[in-house]
């Protein structure tokens, strides 16, 4: 089992910035693929961005692309989502998800996809105004 736990969601301006933070603890983190999804009332849950156990690899939604930055630290059991030039339509609950590195490849389309990811957080709520 993985514990994770979101942090650092909160109202901000159109074009302003957030960081959000995941703290992971009961396993060995470095054996997790990590992702950051987030669901916007009465839509489905989609991906924003993933990494690879090591770090070494990144993959983004087309919507984040060039303004989102997904990050880890194996060391501290950390991920991170560096958030620019938010807009309205970021607003949305983001959470953090594991999937053992043994079960996916953070290559594929599946890394995409919330049915490849094993352990959720409770979720933070990003509020955009414009």
């Known amino acids: ?6 942090s650092g969601g909160g109202l901000v301006q159109a074009g302003g910035s957030l960081r959000l933070s ?11 693929h990590m992702g950051w999804f987030r669901q916007a ?7 924003g961005a993933g990494i690879s156990w090591s770090g070494r690899i990144t993959f983004y939604a087309d919507s984040v692309k060039g303004r989102f930055t997904i990050s880890r630290d194996n060391a501290n059991n950390m991920v991170y ?15 953090c998800a594991a999937a ?21 957080g409770q979720g933070t709520q990003v509020t955009v105004s414009s």
């Open 1 to 6: 089992q993985v514990q994770l736990v979101e």
């Open 22 to 32: 995941c703290a992971a603890s009961g396993r060995t983190f470095s054996n997790y």
């Open 41 to 47: 009332p009465g839509k489905e849950r989609e991906f």
């Open 81 to 95: 989502l560096q958030m620019n030039s938010l807009k309205p339509e970021d607003t949305a609950v983001y959470y």
């Open 100 to 120: 053992p590195k043994y079960s996916l490849d953070s290559r594929t389309p599946d890394a995409r996809t919330p049915d490849a990811y094993a352990y959720w």
